[in-house]
């Protein structure tokens, strides 16, 4: 069965977003403002995402992320308020990047149009595999 596989990379400008099919890839990437205007925001995003698709989602927060770091409290609360037993998130952070792979390269440069995502894509590698 297919599932959904979102890593969430807060950074001090914006909250970097990657959703992943496991079937087809990548289907979305955003930027978003560094925190939400609303404390249920973030988990209505997740809980909408798994309606748009019908099909279970597993978010996945960079918890090495320094506002993470910083304010974990937060980060709970903003994610803790799921009502779809289809959503689960995972805190985890990723292996260092392994930047001499000839396909880890070009996979960079495909992606390099809407900025650094390569922390994202390792976040959801090793949480769905545990590979770097």
């Not at 320094?66 to 308020?81: C, K, M, R």
């Not at 001499?100 to 590698?125: M, Q, T, V």
């Amino acid at each position: 069965m297919s599932s959904l596989w979102m890593s969430i990379e807060p950074t001090p400008q914006h909250t970097r977003l990657l959703l992943s099919r496991s079937s087809s890839g990548i289907a979305l990437k955003a930027l978003l403002p560094p925190t939400p205007a609303q404390p249920k925001a973030l988990a209505l995003l997740l809980e909408a995402l798994v309606a748009w698709y019908s099909l279970p989602l597993t978010a996945v927060l960079d918890a090495d992320a320094q506002d993470v770091h910083l304010h974990p409290e937060i980060w709970a609360d903003w994610l803790g308020d799921l009502t779809s037993p289809q959503v689960s998130v995972a805190w985890g952070a990723p292996p260092p990047p392994n930047s001499s792979h000839p396909a880890d390269r070009e996979r960079e440069r495909f992606f390099a149009k809407l900025g650094d995502y390569a922390r994202a894509k390792r976040l959801i590698s090793f949480a769905s595999g545990g590979l770097p």
